[in-house]
């Protein structure tokens, strides 16, 4: 698969310029997702540092900044109590719903809301959320994406963003799994290596 990092190389030459038609696609890093909240990614707030390099990065370049946040009624369909697999999470408005506390978010940032109806879950961050327009009137061609969970809306989001032709690119360290099944993350980042999406280290993008 197809993975780069500066740490391994040490050639200068395997950097990843950015340039126009690149944006950054942040995936439901809130509070609820992180360790001690209501359904906790282990280790799911060490994204925060490596992303807040990254959207620095993209707003110094000019280049779109994009959040997705899990945004459900209190009585969503994928809450144990209605007969899904997980505890109540990212509830809109309340406190777990908010983005991580150290996440920078700038004033400028789009931001996404999703499976917010109590019939229907959604992981990708393009379902029913107009997510693929707003980045093609952006003008947008390739997308370097993280948060969480790598297993879940990672992954499902990688997969519609080069479903619906943009060029993927996964931020290696800046995306954890909830691997309720042992191995879920590693088979997730096969997964989207396979699919088309290069995984890379946050250290090698680089803005010239
Ligand atoms: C997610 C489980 C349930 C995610 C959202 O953001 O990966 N996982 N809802
Ligand atoms: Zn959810």
């Given at each position: 698969m197809p993975i780069r990092s500066a740490a391994h190389s040490g050639l200068d030459d395997t950097r990843l310029s950015l340039r126009p038609g690149d944006a950054l696609v942040v995936v439901d890093v809130q509070r609820d997702f992180l360790p001690g909240g209501a359904l906790g990614v282990p280790d799911g707030d060490r994204v925060v540092p490596a992303l807040n390099r990254c959207i620095a990065l993209f707003g110094r370049l000019k280049l779109p900044v994009v959040f997705t946040r899990d945004w459900h009624p209190a009585d969503h369909c994928s809450f144990r109590a209605q007969g899904g697999p997980w505890p109540p999470h990212c509830v809109a408005g309340s406190d777990g719903a908010a983005?991580?506390?150290?996440l920078t978010v700038p004033d400028d940032a789009s931001i996404v809301s999703k499976a917010t109806t109590a019939q229907a879950d959604a992981y990708s961050g393009f379902q029913r959320t107009g997510l693929g327009e707003l980045l093609r009137g952006l003008g947008c061609k390739r997308l370097f994406i993280g948060g969480l969970a790598t297993d879940y809306c990672v992954l499902a989001t990688v997969r519609d963003a080069i479903g619906e032709g943009f060029a993927a690119v996964v931020l290696r360290d800046a995306i954890r799994a909830v691997n309720v099944h042992p191995g879920d993350g590693e088979r997730a980042e096969r997964d989207m290596a396979e699919a088309g999406a290069e995984l890379v280290g946050t250290d090698l993008l680089a803005g010239d």
């Amino acid at each position: 698969m197809p993975i780069r990092s500066a740490a391994h190389s040490g050639l200068d030459d395997t950097r990843l310029s950015l340039r126009p038609g690149d944006a950054l696609v942040v995936v439901d890093v809130q509070r609820d997702f992180l360790p001690g909240g209501a359904l906790g990614v282990p280790d799911g707030d060490r994204v925060v540092p490596a992303l807040n390099r990254c959207i620095a990065l993209f707003g110094r370049l000019k280049l779109p900044v994009v959040f997705t946040r899990d945004w459900h009624p209190a009585d969503h369909c994928s809450f144990r109590a209605q007969g899904g697999p997980w505890p109540p999470h990212c509830v809109a408005g309340s406190d777990g719903a908010a983005f991580a506390a150290g996440l920078t978010v700038p004033d400028d940032a789009s931001i996404v809301s999703k499976a917010t109806t109590a019939q229907a879950d959604a992981y990708s961050g393009f379902q029913r959320t107009g997510l693929g327009e707003l980045l093609r009137g952006l003008g947008c061609k390739r997308l370097f994406i993280g948060g969480l969970a790598t297993d879940y809306c990672v992954l499902a989001t990688v997969r519609d963003a080069i479903g619906e032709g943009f060029a993927a690119v996964v931020l290696r360290d800046a995306i954890r799994a909830v691997n309720v099944h042992p191995g879920d993350g590693e088979r997730a980042e096969r997964d989207m290596a396979e699919a088309g999406a290069e995984l890379v280290g946050t250290d090698l993008l680089a803005g010239d």
